[in-house]
């Protein structure tokens, strides 16, 4: 049975709020699968009595190919839109370079399949980021291929899979989306889900290639096998893919911050063989640290004491895991000590490697000239943090089909994780919503 076929209360609640603000009508007769009861007349313009009548019903079809919004987004909107983020943000701007007429030119092109263009106009009409988010991504997107010199078919695909990467997110709970909500296990299961649902709407109600939906469906997965839902590596992970992946994560920083482009190269090079390093290598070539600024309202010492404080929470953690690794545990349970401590060995191997610990010990004070190194004290502390977040979740999640003397083991290392992701910092590069609450709140 399909994942559409019963309509979906958090969609079909943003489709009919867009009802306040543009007409929406039936393109087909819309039938209760069950009965047989025609509920909506096609041609009939949609309103709040609608979302009413399919609550917790089964379609014909699905909603989303039932309904048809005039004047919704299309190629135009998203030109204007990109244009606009292009002269507010230096860094994308950049990242355009003297290409950005023809990259902003390819998206005005963009041509959207009827359940998408819905959808992606209800999410717009929102005015809570979601489409700017979207946009921009689609836009970094671009600008990476044209950049790396891809052929014009391959960058208009990884073009449309940017801008609808987040198409699963309109059946979440908004709620789960918040930027600054600690969600609990239950709730990231279902954020975890956003990449597989909106790779099944459009396998389902799109002409789209394939292609684009396994782009969709691995936009928050990472080369080395630590991103979800099917924690790909290597050459299961395609170029366009990791492309999307690594636009997805830098697009929040180049949208948001002071030394954008800067912060973006350290997000993406802390740790190695996440992403391509020749993708990387498009973005730390446009870094200039010279002309990195120090962050409003740095504060070296509270930076340096923050910095230590976490390689203390961290090293802790690598200990733990590691005498989890060595103890005798059930298969499952064995394999998942031997991942925890692999991730670990390499955040901490990561850290080392930045040599920011290793300065701070021999440098009593830092100049103000020497900005990038005060950046990277800003943003190494974030980019570990939301990983070892990520891991705190991970654990609880695969312990949770354990028997309890299986899961006990992890309960000390569960907490080192949870009490070092609740230190101070603020993760730049990690869920969707955070970008799109910085442009809702722009």
Not at 287 to 308: I, N
Not at 316 to 322: H, I, K, N, W
Request: aromatic share 6%; proline share 4%.
């Amino acid at each position: 049975m399909s994942l559409f076929s019963q309509t979906n209360e958090f969609a079909l609640s943003t489709i009919a709020s867009s009802t306040d603000k543009r007409e929406v009508i039936a393109a087909d007769n819309i039938v209760d699968a069950e009965s047989g009861m025609m509920l909506w007349a096609k041609g009939k313009p949609v309103n709040s009595q609608l979302q009413e009548k399919l609550l917790k019903r089964k379609l014909t079809q699905p909603i989303e190919m039932s309904l048809q919004v005039k004047d919704g987004i299309n190629g135009e909107k998203i030109f204007q839109t990109a244009q606009q983020l292009i002269s507010q943000h230096e860094a994308l701007s950049i990242l355009a370079g003297q290409n950005a007429s023809n990259v902003l030119a390819m998206l005005g092109r963009s041509e959207l399949a009827p359940p998408v263009q819905l959808l992606m106009t209800s999410a717009a009409d929102r005015n809570d980021g979601t489409f700017e988010h979207a946009v921009a991504v689609c836009l970094t997107c671009t600008a990476l291929a044209s950049r790396a010199g891809w052929p014009e078919s391959s960058i208009e695909t990884v073009a449309l899979a940017g801008l609808i990467h987040d198409l699963g997110e309109m059946y979440i709970n908004p709620e789960y989306l918040q930027a600054k909500r600690e969600l609990t296990p239950q709730e990231w299961l279902h954020v975890v889900a956003h990449p597989k649902v909106g790779a099944m709407l459009l396998q389902e109600m799109t002409p789209y290639p394939p292609q684009v939906g396994q782009m969709v469906l691995a936009h928050h997965e990472r080369m080395d096998g630590t991103g979800y839902p099917r924690q790909l590596a290597g050459k299961h992970f395609t170029r366009e893919a990791q492309l999307l992946s690594m636009a997805e994560t830098i697009t929040g920083i180049l949208t948001r911050r002071d030394n954008a482009l800067c912060r973006a190269a350290f997000a993406l090079k802390i740790i190695l063989r996440e992403y391509d390093p020749n993708l990387v290598g498009l973005i730390t070539t446009l870094a200039d640290p010279a002309a990195c600024r120090l962050p409003d309202g740095f504060k070296l010492a509270q930076a340096m004491e923050h910095l230590h404080g976490q390689a203390e929470q961290l090293k802790s953690a690598l200990q733990t895991a590691l005498e989890l690794s060595r103890a005798k545990l059930a298969p499952d349970a064995k394999m998942l000590a031997q991942r925890c401590f692999n991730l670990i060995s390499k955040l901490y191997a990561s850290l080392a490697a930045t040599g920011a610990l290793e300065y701070c010990h021999y440098k009593e004070d830092l100049e103000s000239d020497e900005a990038e190194i005060l950046l990277s004290l800003d943003v190494i502390p974030a980019e570990i943090r939301w990983r070892m977040r990520s891991l705190a979740r991970d654990i609880e999640l695969a312990t949770r089909r354990f028997n309890a003397e299986d899961r006990e083991p992890f309960v000390s290392l569960e907490a080192i994780l949870n009490q070092y992701s609740a230190m101070a910092g603020t993760a730049h590069s990690i869920p969707d919503s955070t970008a799109v609450a910085a442009f809702s709140s722009a």
